[in-house]
């Protein structure tokens, strides 16, 4: 990627937060919300639209993605509920099935147990920019050109912060501050001591509670993969309802 003209190069709020039920979004006019769900959610997003997706369309109410799908006619209807793929719909949250055969040049419709409420929740936020491990450096990039004080909306898990999702954050604000000064809230701070001391070694990352959900099911390879860095360079963005690039 081309580097950051000087004059976007600005310091810069980053705050972070552990699960999307406490952001406060009477407070997000003016801000950057990057909004991550590691594992899975924003990891697929990313995914599809770099497989070629036309458009993802989070939706938080399952029914609600089920009438829209169906209103929509040649689409695909993706989801998940605990992590298992929901009866009736066309894939889950594995980014594995979300193949250029699959998807590339469909819309997909998305509903996940914590990821598309985080998205959602994020709307009235002045740019809305999805975050991975995938797509780690493109989206520090892209919010420090934006040039507003940057929101790291994690989903978290049930309500709680979830670590996987603290590493990601830990990682993406490590690399906003390659590119500018920032000042960064208690827990942005803790989010980069996290990626930091287990950025070389999951093995403290793999006790935690959602890591280890998934390794009961079986989808220890989605792990790995959804925790690879810098995979793209796209940066999603939802914007009225529609996340693309």
């Given at each position: 990627m081309p580097p950051i003209p000087e004059d976007k190069i600005l310091s810069i709020n980053i705050k972070t937060y552990g699960s999307f039920v406490k952001l406060p979004v009477n407070h997000l006019a003016g801000h950057t919300v990057i909004s991550i769900?590691?594992?899975?959610?924003?990891?697929?997003?990313?995914?599809?639209?770099?497989?070629?997706?036309?458009?993802?369309?989070?939706?938080?109410?399952?029914?609600?993605?089920?009438?829209?799908?169906?209103r929509m006619g040649d689409c695909v209807l993706a989801g998940e509920r605990g992590a298992v793929l929901i009866p009736g719909f066309d894939i889950g949250n594995s980014p594995a099935e979300y193949t250029?055969?699959?998807?590339?040049?469909?819309?997909?419709v998305i509903s996940t147990t914590n990821g598309t409420g985080a998205i959602c929740k994020s709307e009235s936020a002045s740019n809305v920019l999805i975050g991975s491990m995938l797509n780690c450096t493109a989206v520090a990039k892209r919010a420090v050109e934006l040039g507003n004080d940057v929101i790291l909306?994690?989903?978290?898990?049930?309500?709680?912060?979830?670590?996987?999702?603290?590493?990601?954050?830990?990682?993406?604000?490590?690399?906003?501050?390659?590119?500018?000064?920032?000042?960064?809230?208690?827990?942005?701070?803790?989010?980069?001591?996290?990626?930091?001391?287990?950025?070389?070694?999951?093995?403290?990352?793999?006790?935690t509670k959602?890591?280890?959900?998934?390794?009961?099911l079986g989808l220890e390879s989605d792990i790995n993969f959804c925790l690879t860095r810098d995979l793209t360079d796209i940066v999603p963005e939802y914007k009225n309802g529609v996340i693309e690039l």
């Open positions: 769900d590691v594992l899975r959610s924003s990891s697929c997003i990313v995914w599809g639209l770099v497989n070629g997706a036309s458009k993802i369309i989070p939706v938080d109410d399952l029914g609600s993605a089920v009438s829209i799908a169906s250029e055969a699959r998807v590339g040049g469909k819309a997909v909306m994690c989903a978290g898990t049930g309500g709680e912060f979830s670590a996987d999702d603290i590493y990601a954050a830990g990682a993406i604000a490590s690399a906003i501050q390659t590119l500018t000064d920032a000042e960064l809230c208690d827990l942005t701070r803790v989010s980069c001591l996290v990626y930091d001391r287990w950025k070389e070694d999951r093995t403290e990352l793999s006790k959602h890591y280890k959900r998934l390794v009961s």
